[in-house]
């Protein structure tokens, strides 16, 4: 299924665009944000889903000691490339740029203003990842020795290093063309990355584990990261052909935004400084006794899948809210950013109660199985509530950080931000560390990131879109309360029922349930400031007829094209 945007014309589209906008994109209804965010969340939870079948296969194959250990600090590059060039770093980057470009192609700009921008920006761009990549393979006993300089496996992480350095040529390709599908409103491609990249590892585990052990896995994010790129291409290619050449246009046009590479080495450095609070993990998790590394790897995993959802409205809304910017729209690019503050905030608020409430019954259920043992599930429960403490903090970072560079505005307020925190993970983690272990590493994680996000929401005023700051801080007041009394009933309930029944299911539905029960009406009740215009700025455009007339309305509907299909054939 492929997202197409609203129409440019037409009632729909022009109740939906504002009235002085120079651009012929037309603002994106509530339909299509509707359905833009479901088949991103459909995709993403396929995605997420292999991911931790991904983790399952790792623990259920090499369990969690000095092997997966040494994988997991070679994991450190797939890691950092996918925040640098994938998720966060290049995305910020080029989505905006991509955004004028399409802009500018609806306005008829000369010439191909989207194909110019490929062909400018690609042929920089490739040579330097393939650099990148060789200097890795080149590097990797010195990177090895110093992100971990207390493995007791160091061999095993440089071959893993060295398998895992081409993902660094391939995503950022797929990072590239996630990018200019974003920004022409498609959905699809980029959201489904994460299958085919997950299903690759899976795929190289169990056929090379047992002649390669845990460097199959290694293996797999090669074959991985060339699969996310052919998931897109297609895609890619369709958009660009689209492209029309007319000889003058018909509207002024504004000169096509050049590559800043002030602008690129802000953002880079951003992510850059962002993923290194798992490079301070490693390192001091390097000191402890083996799997220490591997508790925090799937504590942390598991922990983000909260945040990863909430953040899916952000990643639809992104390009709305560059080309709201690009087009002097600044109001409408404000109230987007505020909307997508309060329901990233609700919905990770009930994931960390959640987590909170139920992290034995949930990594039990996912991980305890062959090499994974109950002493394993036991520790990374522990780490996992912990970490879970920073999960708002993480998810804040996430949505605030986008509205700082889609003004396209070189600006190193969030990498200061960004550093400081780390500072402080790094100093609460070296003071934490000696005392509480792996859990004094957990509690640095979630305090420095905590900090960056206060920064980084005390800083728009002048540097980003200019939220109001104090509303949306005084809204996260009721979420807050409710999510700690939500957690609290849940881990309660979920204890005495998992104690009870033997068995991690029945304590995680009954977790759940609580949670949902404490939290929800809350939400419902007081309505929190935000949340209901949120939900309804992106369901507004569902489908609000009774399940009974849906079913008979898409049955009716399928049958006229299943019959017009026949015809078609009968004719032919």
């Known amino acids: 299924m492929t997202m197409a945007p609203p129409p440019l014309n037409g009632p729909e589209g022009l109740a939906s665009a504002p009235a002085a906008a120079p651009t012929g994109v037309a603002a994106p209804t509530s339909r299509f944000l509707a359905r833009a965010t479901l088949v991103t969340a459909a995709l993403t939870a396929a995605g997420s889903l292999l991911g931790l079948g991904r983790d399952q296969a790792l623990s259920y194959l090499f369990g969690a000691g000095t092997e997966t250990d040494a994988f997991l600090v070679a994991w450190t590059v797939p890691e950092f490339a996918a925040t640098l060039l994938i998720e966060d770093g290049l995305a910020y980057v080029l989505v905006p740029l991509f955004s004028v470009a399409v802009a500018r192609r609806a306005q008829g700009a000369p010439g191909d203003p989207v194909r110019s921008l490929v062909a400018t920006t690609l042929p920089r761009l490739a040579p330097a990842f393939l650099a990148a990549s060789a200097l890795l393979v080149a590097g990797a006993p010195g990177l090895v020795a ?26 950022g390709l797929a990072g590239y063309c996630s990018a200019a599908l974003r920004a022409h409103r498609r959905f699809t491609a980029p959201a489904a990355i994460y299958v085919a990249y997950n299903a690759g590892i899976i795929t190289a585990m169990f056929l090379l584990g047992r002649h390669w052990g845990v460097r199959s896995a290694a293996a797999g ?76 790897n799937y504590a942390q995993k598991v922990a983000q899948i909260p945040m990863t959802f909430s953040l899916m409205l952000c990643t639809v809304t992104f390009p709305v809210v560059a080309q709201a910017l690009a087009e002097g729209d600044t109001g409408r690019a404000r109230d987007r950013v505020e909307k997508d503050l309060a329901l990233v905030s609700c919905l990770v608020l009930y994931g960390t109660a959640v987590i909170v409430a139920c992290a034995p019954q949930i990594i039990e259920l996912l991980l305890q199985r062959g090499a994974f043992t109950a002493r394993d599930t036991a520790a ?42 780390l500072v402080a993970t790094a100093w609460i983690g070296a003071l934490a560390v000696g005392p509480w272990g792996v859990l004094g590493i957990a509690a640095a994680n979630a305090a420095g990131i905590t900090v960056t996000a206060l920064l980084l929401l005390c800083g728009t005023g002048g540097r980003a879109v200019p939220i109001r700051t104090r509303q949306v801080v005084a809204g996260l007041g009721g979420p ?36 949902t029960a404490v939290f929800v009406p809350p939400a419902r009740a007081l309505g929190f400031p935000g949340v209901r215009p949120a939900v309804r700025s992106v369901t507004g455009g569902l489908p609000r007829r009774p399940p009974r007339k849906l079913a008979r309305s898409l049955t009716r509907r399928l049958t006229r094209r299943l019959t017009h299909a026949r015809n078609h054939a009968r004719d032919r």
């Open 480 to 515: 807050v309360r409710a999510a700690l009394v939500a957690g609290g009933a849940g881990l309660f309930c979920a204890d005495r029922v998992s104690g009870a029944a033997g068995s991690p299911v029945p304590g995680l539905a009954v977790g759940c349930a609580v949670v």
């Open 380 to 421: 990374t429960a522990a780490v996992m509530r912990v970490y879970a403490l920073g999960l708002l903090g993480h998810a804040l970072v996430g949505a605030v950080v986008r509205s700082y560079f889609c003004t396209r505005r070189p600006t190193w307020y969030p990498l200061a931000a960004m550093a400081a925190g």
């Open 221 to 296: 994010v090669a074959v991985g990261g060339a699969l996310m790129v052919a998931a897109q291409l297609p895609a890619l290619l369709r958009q660009l052909r689209r492209g029309r050449v007319t000889a003058v246009p018909p509207v002024p046009a504004a000169p096509e935004p050049p590559l800043d590479l002030v602008l690129v080495a802000t953002v880079l450095l951003f992510a850059l400084c962002r993923q290194s609070q798992v490079v301070v993990e490693r390192f001091l998790g390097s000191t402890l006794s083996s799997g220490a590394i591997s508790h925090l």
């Open 146 to 171: 110093a992100l971990a300089p207390g493995l007791p496996d160091p061999g095993t992480a440089v071959d893993c290093t060295r398998l895992t350095a081409g993902c660094v040529f391939t995503f």
